[in-house]
């Protein structure tokens, strides 16, 4: 084996893995940013609905679900600020058609429940978050009695 013939068998190395590098980092990006991890309905008070951004502007809303929490992830209290009090699970999404967030723009303070999609990472033109609202499944009038500022 003389040099030229080492030079390009380095050169062959080198090349295969730079390719298998490109096509292991569009793999990864594909299944983290575009692959629907898992996808579902959600139903809560619709708490917050906004179009938010600097560069990209994006929908993003707030879901507070009915049930009790025991940790402190993704939990709004209501108590003595030690976290000694009624909490409800919280669910943060984004929305990507004008349509949809159109309709959850007059739903503020109404029981929705949302279809979403789930992804591994968010990206910022396509919101904040990693669940995304595709479709409202139903809306009603919130009647619960459950009012805080409510003096009796």
């Not at 940790?71 to 919280?90: A, H, K, L, R």
Request: proline share 1%; glycine share 10%.
């Amino acid at each position: 084996m003389n040099k030229t013939d080492i030079i390009n068998s380095f050169r062959k190395v080198i090349r295969w893995t730079l390719v298998l590098l490109v096509v292991a980092a569009a793999a990864f990006v594909a299944i983290r940013f575009f692959y629907v991890f898992a996808d579902g309905v959600k139903a809560g008070e619709l708490n917050q609905f906004a179009l938010k951004g600097v560069v990209f502007k994006t929908y993003e809303g707030r879901l507070i679900q009915a049930g009790f929490k025991g940790s402190n992830m993704g939990v709004i209290t209501y108590g003595d600020g030690d976290n000694n009090g009624v909490g409800s699970y919280v669910f943060e999404f984004s929305v990507t058609n004008k349509a949809v967030a159109e309709e959850l723009m007059r739903c503020s303070g109404k029981i929705v429940e949302l279809h979403y999609k789930e992804y591994f990472g968010a990206l910022p033109w396509r919101g904040m978050q990693k669940h995304i609202v595709d479709k409202v499944v139903a809306v009603r009038e919130n009647t619960s009695s459950s009012n805080f500022y409510e003096s009796e």
